[in-house]
């Protein structure tokens, strides 16, 4: 292991790491218990020894340390928008497999739903900007809040437009009780 870093060190590892960063793990060769490579993490963090604290998706915390770990910064969760796709993907994944556990009745009843979270799905991350990205990611499923919104405003005209999702999601952070329908994610860290 090498000497602590530098004062400068320090202070570059935290810019270029601020918490809320996604991480993939590649490598961590000197712990006796380490986390698995591919590992994804976000970042909580930049202590004074320059060591970067992570949250890990395996639900364990346990920091990196630069020059001995190896790791990398996940491109497209850099941003909040990238953040945002990365979230409604999961969410979306979620959805599908609670449809293939509904019989097919259901399925077929809730078509209207499944449409409206397939096209948000598709297309609510590049239609927001970076203050919407912010706001929708407050909650645990903003696929969820954002196609019932599409849902309420298209009835039965399924002919609401992609870009349309940039003013739905306007509309959604003014709404006051929100917090009430949908539920607010534990631990935000932005």
Known sequence: ???????????????????????????MPEDPFPIAPGTVGDVI????????????????????IPGVDSFHAAPELKTAVGRLGFKLKQCYEAFQKEWCAKPPEEIIAMADKIFAVQMAAEHLAQAVNAEQA??????????DMVSDEWLSRTRDDFLLAAEDLSDMTGYLMDADDLEEMYPLEQDISM
Request: a negative charge.
């Open 1 to 27: 292991m090498r000497g602590f870093p530098t004062r400068e060190e320090v202070e570059r590892i935290r810019q270029y790491y601020p918490a809320g960063t996604r991480i993939v793990l590649d490598d």
């Open 45 to 64: 963090g930049v202590d004074d020894a320059g060591q970067i604290m992570v949250r890990w998706q395996n639900g364990r915390s346990l920091s990196l």
């Open 134 to 143: 912010e706001f929708l990611l407050q909650f645990q499923n903003p696929l």
